[in-house]
């Protein structure tokens, strides 16, 4: 049992990550406790917004493990999001006399990673590579923002729920239904997590403490140390036996399936989706977070996606400066700093260390 | 005298690969017995390093066929090829830079061994290849032998059937060639076949292997190291006393 739980400990803090000595963990820990005792010093609007906040970080952390780790660069992970928060919006309000919202996450989980594989499988298979990957990823979710935004008609509709052109699902639309709160419990226990409610946030930061320490296991196991080598020589990698299109298939799915949390996350928060989900700036936003923290990084992801658009928030309070200062952000951290502002001053590994034998590498750096 | 009394291990049949009008691969045939050893050497353009992509997978023939281990392998893609047994070491280096030399070796490793077995391994392999104590140290920080060594101990990792070495000795000094030839001599005495495809000439007479020189994509004369050096025709076409050939003496790329 304690074995186990040291090998845990071990694949946690492994050294394909930065933040691993003593020191960040006492961090790590005080910023936990931080973020579940916030909702007692803060106002309910605040904590609104800071649930929004959590909400995106999932999208770049999906963006963080194919890009940062895996080499897959995709400007089109909002098309994950998205139809995630369509799918479970769709399910949620055709189901809404069932109380519980457990068909809809899993549908809101389910089709967006489903269309991962099959879209993968199409590039990864036919050696898609690099900015074509890139490209065919921004093209697919501004498709489907184009499709979207022409179901205004009443014949677009699946079930009861009418898809509403560009006005989406929710209460603009003119239909009855809006998507419905996550609902968990059974019979007439029911828990509604409802965007507004503190439930929804602790919600929020439990899911993100645990998908952080999962990932962190991910890559520093051996699919993680396999991600880390594609990304430096795929070609190099198959000459080893490995059949990369598989891995990439599926790294590719896991990131898809974190941007489906987010939209999960998101469209269950405010209780509406729009087709501009899928537009331009969602898909670039998340490039920037994990490009400007260092995306090799998941605690640097974490921090700058937390940051930036909290930042962004701000901004928008002035008028619409925010992008034009994510932008500019994105631009000098790249000339300056190109491995990301945390990763660089966060102290990634240094090699120049004495020789140590395998299995002692819990040394605070 | 290649491939005669032993079981052959490969067999390349009338191969040939075309980019363009150029026939880079122009009908090679050729066989290799269980465990043996043989050098492709050949001046700059001679199809060597297109034969060796053929091999290991990168690029396809236009006709022909490759038989591995009673296996036709002719359109396999590479990673099929190194499951069953062929390891290759390209000349582009081909480690993993920002990963530690343990790292490096756990890749190969992983597919055969379990996480316990694996640090009695890497010493292993470290020994073999001159690299002891040097498990967690950036491959990115080892000399330029120091790669190439790290790069053939991860292709002994697999332990192959048939180990591809393109130019194993590019950039070493002469220590470091003899080192290297002695690496590769022990792989070759634990059942390996190996092929090497070399430019440098004194580490072909090192390796003191049966030579296939190749030229124009075509295999021009086999023999041994001494045979083909007596060859006035070999020595003209490669030692480059033809003008349009000069260029050969220097080192490629």
Same mark, same amino acid.
């Given at each position: 049992?304690?074995?186990?739980?040291?090998?845990?400990?071990?694949?946690?803090?492994?050294?394909?990550?930065?933040?691993?000595?003593?020191g960040?963990?006492? /961090?790590?820990?005080?910023?936990?406790?931080?973020?579940?005792?916030?909702?007692?010093?803060?106002?309910?609007y605040? %904590?609104?917004?800071?649930?929004?906040?959590? !909400?995106?970080?999932?999208l770049a952390?999906?963006? /963080?493990?194919?890009?940062?780790?895996?080499?897959?660069?995709?400007?089109?992970?909002?098309a994950?999001?998205?139809?995630?928060?369509?799918?479970y919006?769709?399910?949620?309000?055709?189901?809404?006399?069932?109380?519980t919202?457990?068909?809809?996450?899993?549908?809101?989980?389910?089709?967006?990673?489903?269309?991962?594989?099959?879209? !993968?499988?199409?590039?990864f298979?036919?050696?898609?590579?690099?900015?074509?990957?890139?490209?065919?990823?921004?093209?697919?979710? %501004?498709?489907?923002?184009? *499709?979207?935004n022409q179901?205004?008609?009443?014949?677009w509709?699946?079930?009861?729920?009418?898809?509403?052109g560009?006005?989406?699902?929710?209460?603009?639309?003119?239909?009855?239904?809006?998507?419905?709160s996550?609902?968990?419990?059974?019979?007439?226990?029911?828990?509604?997590?409802?965007?507004?409610?503190?439930?929804?946030y602790?919600?929020?930061?439990?899911l993100l403490?645990?998908?952080?320490?999962?990932?962190?296991?991910?890559?520093?196991?051996?699919?993680?140390?396999?991600?880390?080598?594609?990304?430096?020589?795929?070609a190099?990698?198959e000459s080893?036996?490995?059949?990369?299109?598989a891995?990439?298939?599926?790294? *590719?799915?896991?990131?898809?399936?974190?941007?489906?949390?987010?939209?999960?996350?998101?469209?269950?928060?405010?209780?509406?989706?729009?087709?501009?989900?899928?537009?331009v700036?969602?898909?670039?936003?998340?490039?920037?977070?994990v490009?400007?923290?260092?995306?090799?990084s %998941?605690?640097?992801?974490?921090?700058s996606?937390v940051?930036?658009?909290?930042?962004?928030?701000?901004?928008?309070?002035?008028g619409e400066?925010? *992008?034009?200062?994510?932008?500019?952000? %994105?631009?000098?951290?790249?000339?300056?700093?190109?491995?990301?502002?945390?990763?660089?001053?966060?102290?990634?590994?240094?090699s120049?260390?004495?020789?140590?034998?395998?299995?002692? !590498?819990?040394?605070?750096? | $005298?290649?491939?005669?009394?032993?079981?052959?291990?490969?067999?390349i049949?009338?191969?040939?690969?075309?980019?363009?009008?150029?026939? =880079?691969?122009?009908?090679?045939?050729?066989?290799?017995?269980?465990? #043996?050893?043989?050098?492709?050497?050949?001046?700059?353009?001679?199809?060597?390093?297109?034969?060796?992509?053929?091999?290991?997978?990168?690029?396809?023939?236009?006709?022909?066929?490759?038989v591995? @281990?009673?296996?036709?392998?002719?359109? =396999?893609?590479?990673?099929?090829?190194?499951?069953?047994?062929?390891?290759?070491?390209?000349?582009?280096?081909?480690?993993?830079?920002?990963?530690?030399? @343990?790292?490096?070796?756990?890749?190969?490793? $992983?597919?055969?061994?379990?996480?316990?077995?694996?640090?009695? =391994?890497?010493?292993?392999?470290?020994?073999?290849?001159?690299?002891?104590?040097?498990?967690?140290?950036n491959?990115?920080?080892?000399?330029?032998?120091?790669?190439?060594?790290?790069?053939?101990?991860m292709?002994?990792? $697999?332990?192959?059937?048939?180990?591809?070495? @393109?130019?194993?000795?590019?950039?070493?000094?002469?220590?470091e060639?003899?080192?290297?030839?002695?690496?590769i001599?022990?792989?070759?005495?634990?059942?390996?076949a190996?092929?090497?495809? #070399?430019?440098? $000439?004194?580490?072909?007479?090192?390796?003191?292997?049966?030579?296939?020189?190749?030229?124009?994509?075509?295999?021009?004369?086999?023999?041994?190291?001494?045979?083909?050096? #007596?060859?006035?025709?070999?020595?003209?076409?490669?030692l480059?006393?033809?003008?349009?050939?000069?260029?050969? @003496?220097?080192?490629?790329?």
């Amino acid at each position: 049992m304690l074995n186990w739980f040291s090998s845990v400990v071990r694949l946690i803090n492994g050294e394909q990550e930065i933040g691993r000595s003593r020191g960040f963990w006492i /961090c790590a820990f005080a910023v936990a406790v931080g973020l579940i005792v916030l909702p007692r010093f803060v106002s309910a609007y605040a %904590l609104l917004n800071y649930s929004y906040i959590i !909400s995106m970080v999932f999208l770049a952390l999906g963006l /963080c493990l194919i890009w940062g780790f895996a080499g897959i660069l995709s400007l089109g992970q909002a098309a994950f999001l998205g139809l995630a928060g369509y799918a479970y919006g769709v399910v949620g309000i055709n189901l809404s006399q069932s109380g519980t919202t457990y068909l809809a996450l899993i549908a809101g989980l389910m089709v967006p990673t489903l269309f991962a594989a099959v879209l !993968s499988y199409v590039m990864f298979y036919a050696r898609v590579k690099g900015v074509y990957v890139a490209i065919m990823m921004l093209v697919v979710t %501004l498709l489907f923002e184009t *499709f979207l935004n022409q179901t205004a008609g009443p014949q677009w509709h699946i079930g009861v729920a009418s898809l509403g052109g560009n006005n989406g699902l929710g209460r603009f639309s003119g239909a009855i239904h809006e998507p419905p709160s996550i609902t968990l419990g059974l019979g007439s226990r029911l828990i509604e997590f409802s965007g507004q409610s503190v439930a929804f946030y602790y919600l929020e930061v439990g899911l993100l403490i645990a998908i952080y320490l999962c990932l962190r296991a991910l890559v520093n196991s051996r699919f993680g140390l396999i991600l880390a080598a594609i990304r430096e020589d795929g070609a190099r990698v198959e000459s080893f036996g490995y059949d990369v299109r598989a891995i990439q298939l599926v790294v *590719f799915c896991l990131g898809a399936a974190l941007a489906a949390l987010s939209g999960i996350l998101y469209v269950s928060w405010g209780n509406f989706i729009t087709p501009s989900v899928f537009g331009v700036t969602n898909n670039i936003l998340p490039v920037i977070w994990v490009a400007v923290g260092g995306r090799k990084s %998941l605690t640097a992801t974490v921090i700058s996606t937390v940051v930036l658009t909290w930042l962004s928030q701000r901004f928008a309070i002035q008028g619409e400066y925010a *992008f034009v200062v994510m932008g500019a952000l %994105l631009v000098v951290v790249m000339m300056l700093r190109p491995e990301g502002l945390i990763t660089s001053f966060g102290g990634r590994k240094t090699s120049a260390s004495p020789p140590l034998s395998p299995g002692s !590498s819990h040394d605070g750096r | $005298m290649m491939g005669g009394d032993r079981e052959a291990i490969l067999q390349i049949t009338s191969l040939r690969k075309s980019f363009g009008g150029v026939r =880079a691969v122009d009908g090679v045939d050729l066989v290799l017995g269980c465990g #043996e050893l043989c050098c492709i050497i050949g001046p700059n353009g001679a199809g060597k390093s297109t034969l060796f992509q053929l091999l290991s997978g990168q690029i396809l023939p236009t006709t022909g066929k490759i038989v591995f @281990d009673g296996k036709d392998v002719t359109f =396999a893609h590479p990673f099929e090829r190194a499951r069953s047994g062929i390891a290759v070491k390209v000349q582009s280096l081909g480690i993993f830079q920002d990963l530690t030399v @343990d790292h490096n070796l756990r890749i190969p490793l $992983m597919r055969r061994l379990s996480p316990r077995e694996m640090p009695k =391994a890497i010493d292993d392999l470290l020994r073999q290849v001159g690299l002891q104590g040097l498990n967690s140290v950036n491959a990115r920080e080892l000399s330029h032998g120091q790669k190439q060594w790290l790069a053939l101990g991860m292709a002994l990792a $697999m332990r192959p059937k048939l180990l591809l070495l @393109d130019e194993p000795t590019a950039g070493m000094s002469s220590e470091e060639t003899r080192l290297t030839t002695e690496i590769i001599r022990a792989s070759n005495a634990q059942g390996s076949a190996v092929v090497v495809i #070399e430019h440098d $000439m004194a580490f072909v007479r090192e390796l003191r292997a049966p030579v296939i020189v190749l030229h124009l994509g075509r295999i021009f004369f086999r023999g041994t190291f001494s045979e083909v050096e #007596e060859n006035e025709e070999v020595r003209h076409l490669y030692l480059g006393t033809r003008n349009r050939f000069k260029s050969s @003496d220097l080192p490629t790329r």
